[in-house]
């Protein structure tokens, strides 16, 4: 829409007047990369005047029906440059071709900038790794099935400067081939893109691996904020994964300015919602994991817009997804037998479990008995802050009745809990779902199996989250 000085206005939209024409991307996607062609660019193409007499005509389709809404998280965007910390290093790929491999020094999401002269038909190849082989070859077997090529072919005529348009990849190496010659230092540059969330806090001390430590989060959580909270950027995956995104809210929220960019992402997951009420394990999502995400991974749809209001006190994300919320509460007690979540005689899925967990196996129907206890609790401090006092009445008591189950289930009468894994004791504290008098118990017990194992953690996603800041 376009809003003239004399208040008059015009409406520019797609119809049957619109031309097309295939152009220099020949090939383009998220996970594969990008092939572009630079003989076959139109110069001036998007310019006023430009004669599209040879274009072909559109199809034109049927309005769909989807809602098109504003945008309400920031854009992604280029936010910074990477620079190779040494020139390239000579290697043979699997046909004894010279390639050349770039290292970044830093592991990084988005894309490489090309700069290349050579004669026109040359095809330079660009492949995105995050680790070396031993023999110092890029490692690509990480990413499955995503290609995390580039290809680009030069129209010759002196110096080529080239950046994907429609792709990116998660590298610190990029292996480069077919280049005419000896490519130079600077052939290579990273550009990193993310959605822009500009920095919130910082973090340093006098211990230079802590600082390391905090350097490799704020990095990740760079390379995994892009468009939706991801879990990988590399692989053929990418997609907006519930339980990462729950058990890093809060770390998210100090690092940068993740309001608007949680705030769109609840929308995904509500869009995803069944009529049941059930969340998903991811969001958007492509139904490839079902319509119930299981514990801690389903529960990110209440536990990411309270982490939301802690941290920036705004009570919008709360009002809006209230009835959302309250949905799938409902849907947890009419699938909990005797408010026991994923009761081994229920059937249906049961979650991931603690995943990626040491050598620590913590019973699913455990897991999934304290996240509804705690989903029930936070909604009665939900209902609080909004003032519908009769609902927090109700949450609280809800939370009372899944916390004996829980107590009277996974908890014998001096203390100890099933499994005596970290994560059950740590979940159990956190929740607040042990009488004061057992509570000792499984401090006693956790700090014992910490010492058992060296000193080191047995969590896995669910119970990292909550052991490490207390």
């Excluded at 408010?339 to 899925?349: E, K, L, Q, T, V």
Aim: proline share 7%; net charge negative.
């Amino acid at each position: 829409m376009i809003d003239y000085a004399d208040g008059s206005g015009q409406t520019i939209a797609t119809n049957a007047s619109w031309r097309t024409m295939t152009g220099p991307i020949l090939e383009s996607d998220l996970l594969m990369g990008e092939s572009y062609d630079a003989r076959l660019e139109f110069p001036g193409w998007s310019e006023p005047g430009f004669d599209a007499a040879g274009w072909l005509p559109v199809s034109v389709f049927d309005d769909p029906g989807v809602a098109l809404v504003a945008r309400v998280n920031p854009p992604v965007r280029r936010i910074e440059e990477v620079r190779p910390v040494a020139p390239p290093s000579p290697q043979r790929d699997a046909w004894n071709h010279p390639v050349w491999v770039y290292d970044l020094g830093q592991n990084m999401v988005g894309w490489a900038r090309l700069k290349v002269s050579g004669p026109a038909g040359t095809t330079v190849r660009l492949r995105f790794a995050e680790m070396l082989n031993p023999d110092g070859s890029i490692y690509t077997e990480n990413l499955r099935s995503a290609r995390a090529t580039d290809l680009y072919t030069l129209r010759g005529g002196g110096e080529e400067v080239h950046e994907p348009r429609f792709t990116f990849h998660g590298f610190r190496y990029v292996e480069v081939a077919g280049y005419p010659g000896e490519p130079p230092a600077d052939a290579v540059t990273g550009v990193v893109a993310h959605s822009d969330t500009p920095p919130a806090g910082a973090f340093a001390c006098a211990d230079p691996l802590i600082n390391q430590l905090q350097h490799n989060i704020v990095w990740g959580q760079k390379g995994n904020f892009l468009e939706v909270p991801t879990d990988c950027p590399q692989r053929d995956e990418r997609m907006g994964w519930a339980g990462d995104a729950q058990a890093f809210a809060r770390t998210a929220a100090y690092n940068m300015d993740v309001a608007a960019f949680f705030t769109k992402w609840q929308q995904d997951i509500a869009d995803a919602q069944t009529e049941a009420g059930q969340f998903p394990a991811v969001a958007p999502n492509p139904a490839v994991f079902g319509e119930d995400g299981g514990p801690a991974w389903a529960d990110a749809g209440v536990i990411c817009p309270w982490t939301v209001y802690l941290c920036y006190g705004d009570t919008r994300l709360l009002e809006t997804h209230y009835d959302s919320m309250a949905r799938f509460i409902d849907y947890l007690k009419a699938s909990s037998p005797g408010f026991i979540r994923c009761h081994p005689d229920a059937g249906g899925w049961e979650g991931f479990g603690d995943w990626l967990s040491i050598n620590a196996d913590t019973p699913k129907d455990l897991i999934g008995t304290a996240y509804f206890a705690y989903c029930a609790r936070l909604m009665a401090r939900i209902a609080g802050v909004l003032g519908k006092a009769e609902d927090a009445e109700a949450y609280e008591r809800l939370f009372q009745d899944v916390r004996r189950a829980f107590t009277d289930r996974f908890v014998t009468p001096d203390g100890l809990i099933v499994g005596q894994t970290q994560t059950a004791c740590v979940l159990a504290l956190h929740f607040d779902l042990l009488p004061d008098h057992l509570r000792p118990a499984a401090v006693e017990a956790l700090v014992r199996d910490i010492a058992r194992r060296g000193m080191h953690l047995s969590t896995g996603f669910v119970g990292a989250a909550y052991l490490l800041p207390r």
